[in-house]
T-cell receptor, first 113, second 111 residues
Framework: AQSVSQHNHHVILSEAASLELGCNYS??????LFWYVQYPGQHLQLLLK??????LVKGIKGFEAEFIKSKFSFNLRKPSVQWSDTAEYFC???????????FGTGTKLQVIP | DTEVTQTPKHLVMGMTNKKSLKCEQH?????MYWYKQKAKKPPELMFV???????INESVPSRFSPECPNSSLLNLHLHALQPEDSALYLC??????????FGSGTRLTVV
């Protein structure tokens, strides 16, 4: 069965700092990869997704992620965070006939003004 | 319409009650999902419907009963729940190749 690891559980950054959140998955077959964000009190929103093609994927709100197949990784990056980026970030892997999505344990990002 | 609408937003029910959660989308997505999310935990898949047929049941107890009356609606019928079933229940939909669109969830409390 596939699994998703997010090693950073809680990250605290100052505004304008650069962000990189780690995501590693374990699955030997073809995967599709996602990052979701959950702002306080709100529902999950899709930030970006990778299905095929260019491994550097750009999403909404200035976020990007790079798929490195050899490392089974899909790390999320943003060059300069804002206070409004304070949220929980979930990496997710889709396998099994494109229906089953497994979420990582999440990383809580706190941006200090 | 690019939303998934869930009702009710909050629900408190006793262990002997029967209630239903509803989910609706009008994006033409043919896959719909129920997830359960406990506090400070990631969402856990419960059920997947594909073209209105149940395709995945993640060994969910029978006190949870899903139903997909048509391609736009997804229900979750609840009966004889336990306090540990208290959680945020999320509905999502997706096209064949794409990310999920999540609803805002129903926060369920079982007393």
């Amino acid at each position: 069965a596939q699994s998703v690891s997010q090693h950073n559980h809680h990250v605290i950054l100052s505004e304008a700092a650069s962000l990189e959140l780690g995501c590693n998955y374990s699955y030997g077959g073809t995967v599709n990869l996602f990052w979701y964000v959950q702002y306080p009190g709100q529902h999950l929103q899709l930030l970006l997704k990778y299905f095929s093609g260019d491994p550097l994927v750009k999403g909404i709100k200035g976020f990007e992620a790079e798929f490195i197949k050899s490392k089974f990784s899909f790390n999320l990056r943003k060059p300069s965070v804002q206070w409004s980026d304070t949220a929980e970030y979930f990496c997710a892997v889709m396998t099994g006939g494109y229906q089953k999505v497994t979420f990582g344990t999440g990383t809580k990002l706190q941006v200090i003004p | 319409d690019t939303e998934v609408t869930q009702t009710p937003k909050h629900l408190v029910m006793g262990m002997t009650n029967k209630k239903s959660l509803k989910c609706e989308q009008h994006m033409g997505h043919r896959a719909m999902y129920w997830y359960k999310q406990k506090a400070k935990k990631p969402p856990e898949l419960m059920f997947v419907y594909s073209y209105e047929k149940l395709s995945i049941n993640e060994s969910v107890p029978s006190r949870f009963s899903p139903e997909c009356p048509n391609s736009s609606l997804l229900n979750l019928h609840l009966h004889a729940l336990q306090p540990e079933d208290s959680a945020l229940y999320l509905c999502a939909s997706s096209p064949a190749f794409g990310g999920y669109t999540f609803g805002s969830g129903t926060r369920l409390t079982v007393v």
